[in-house]
């Protein structure tokens, strides 16, 4: 992902989170969220990022991204540890079941495989069962540990889905 693919992730990413989390996350949030920050806050994430969070696009013939995948150390609070953890995989609402999603999976798990992580993790909303299928369909499987996740002061549970890699 570059500076100039900003703009688009954002779209594909505030889109994304408002079909896929309504009714899961408060509508109030929903409707908050705006392409514009969240662009810049990608942007900004860019031009700070240290190299160790690796952003991934997907595009279609002709150039147009439909999709956005991030991903990098896994955080236990504020420490990395030796585990990879897939941060974020959106596709653009229009281009859902036609693969895109699973290639953006696909090339983070060979690319945390390479870069030698022994585990890649990932945090899904409890109630989000077409995720929790994607995931599962990809050797993901819950592990045990939940987290609660506050949204407009509303928690929403989230459970932590894991999958070995080969090193």
Not at 69 to 77: D, F, I, L, N, T
Not at 78 to 106: F, K, N, Q
Request: with cysteine.
């Amino acid at each position: 992902m570059t500076l100039a693919d900003c703009d688009r992730v954002a779209e594909i990413r505030v889109g994304g989170w408002r079909s896929a989390y309504r009714g899961l996350i408060p509508q109030s949030y929903l409707d908050g969220l705006s392409v514009e920050e969240d662009a810049e806050r990608r942007r900004t994430y860019l031009a700070q990022g240290d190299g160790s969070i690796v952003n991934l696009i997907a595009e279609e013939t002709g150039g147009e991204i439909v999709g956005w995948a991030c991903h990098g150390p896994y955080r236990e609070g504020e420490v990395r540890t030796e585990d990879a953890e897939l941060y974020a995989i959106y596709v653009h609402p229009d281009r859902r079941g036609r693969g895109v999603g699973r290639a953006l999976l696909t090339e983070s798990v060979a690319r945390c495989s390479a870069a030698g992580h022994g585990r890649l993790l990932l945090w899904v909303l409890k109630e989000n069962d077409r995720a929790r299928r994607f995931y599962e369909r990809a050797a993901f499987r819950a592990d045990g540990a939940e987290e609660p996740f506050e949204v407009d002061g509303v928690t929403v549970p989230e459970v932590r889905y894991a999958r070995a890699l080969a090193r």
